[in-house]
DNA sequence: ATTTTAATGTCTTTTTTTTAGACATTAAAA
DNA sequence: TTTTAATGTCTAAAAAAAAGACATTAAAAT
């Protein structure tokens, strides 16, 4: 049982986590919905340890929710300026739900703590879908992947943590090379483009695109893809380490 | 008198800020030194209020030590990784001066307050210089404007941080027209020339400079600028609103 | 007044990069 | 063996960036 306390975390400081991930040529984040009354979402969320550095509790949190070890991850924006957008929601979250937090193993002040001023750090996390394991925490109820266009409204300002982090995703996916992140081990040409596409919504020339990825020079080619199509088999390539 | 204490203040998070300026055709620091035996240097930094958001804190910690109300500023980053660099240095200083912190004026958890673990909120400002009056807060022995290439060395993790710092205005001086902030309203296209030099450090073309900032089409002509020199003499620009 | 000087303003040419078009390759079905 | 449809790659056109050249002009020198 974690102590919601001072002594043991930092106070009125929380990290939110926007969990990319890409699927069937569609950008998706990872969203659970709370145990609670009421339809409630959030991203998920954590807070951070006395003993443990910032990039090491996100670290840590999504590990929980992802089941993933090293996992990509940048800060990219801090969240405090108050009042935070519908802080009321949040409230009416607690009121609808007074008495079930007596059922959660948290200790005593936990209600005065977690209802503090909140100034959060926002991560962004890069995985490939199909290795999460999406787990839930003892305050969940479920936790879907959603299509970025298509995401449940949430608490707090969520949503607008999503539009930023997706700002920055586009910032950094061409400069820092983190496509990868988003794909299995080995992937075609065709998939790394569809991610591209559906990252900027929009469309890439197909010629153009795979001579600007192939001059970075951090691809290798491993082999083919035989899919059994009545057409040539692509190659598949694989990041450089 | 600031009451130093989590009811006033939100704890174990302050904001460091970084304080560009720009004077012959140096990018410089705004650096205070720390009213304590020994050699101190730290970024002007400040905490956060309960009611205050963190936008609003930065201002009010750069307006305090350099008179500015509508000062640019902009977060880039926060770190938070413990143990954060040279804690060490924090703690010798606070060693050499145990009787000193007798005579601020501050509440007596003060020392208590200020040597728990801190997560800080990376701020850049960009200035005018000339508009700048350096201002002492009762922590500062003295402030000055040191070249970005000659900074002292600074508690903590303070000198990396300006390093972060550059790196982000290099990366929005041109996308977002930062430029502008460090200068008077009214400049020669080659006093903007040395600014872009400054800050990249690398020099640019004349004639390809000045095509590529007029095009941008924020700049209006103003007038020229008689020096008494024996040549032609310059346009005068200001960034349009 | 006229010429000279030196810095700024602007146009043209060259080079590089990006975008678009065209064609070659090939695994498997017909 | 031919056809199909997707991928791989080369070339041409367009756009952008870099380099070069020359025009303009305020004030000093003549």
Chains 1, 2 share one sequence.
């Not at 794909?183 to 197909?206: G, I, N, S, W």
Request: net charge neutral; hydrophobic share 40%.
């Amino acid at each position: 049982m974690i102590n919601y306390n001072e002594k043991n975390l930092v106070n009125q400081l929380s990290i939110d986590c926007v969990i990319f991930g890409y699927q069937q040529k569609e950008l998706k984040v990872l969203v659970p919905k709370l145990f609670f009354k009421g339809d409630f979402w959030t991203l998920p969320s954590g807070f951070i340890f006395q003993e443990e550095g910032i990039d090491e509790a996100a670290k840590r949190i999504l590990e929980q929710r992802t089941g993933i070890k090293d996992i990509f991850l940048e800060q990219y924006r801090v969240f405090g300026n108050v009042p935070r957008t519908t802080h009321a929601a949040l409230n009416s979250m607690l009121e609808l739900n007074k008495s079930h937090f007596d059922t959660l193993k948290v200790n005593d002040n936990f209600l005065e703590w977690l209802t503090q001023r909140f100034i959060s750090i926002g991560y962004y996390a890069l995985v490939d879908i199909n290795k999460v394991v999406p787990n839930l925490t003892e305050i969940d109820q479920s936790i879907e992947w959603y299509n970025i266009s298509e995401l449940p409204p949430m608490i707090s300002d969520h949503n607008q943590q999503v539009v930023f982090a997706l700002e920055a995703l586009r910032q950094n996916l061409d400069s820092k090379l983190l496509g990868f992140n988003l794909l299995p081990e080995e992937f075609t040409m065709k998939e790394l483009q569809q991610l591209y596409e559906a990252v900027y919504a929009k469309p890439f020339r197909r010629n153009n695109f795979q001579k600007k990825m192939l001059d970075l020079e951090v691809l290798e080619r491993v082999g083919k893809k035989l899919t059994g199509a009545a057409n040539k088999a692509p190659y598949l390539y694989r990041f450089k380490r």
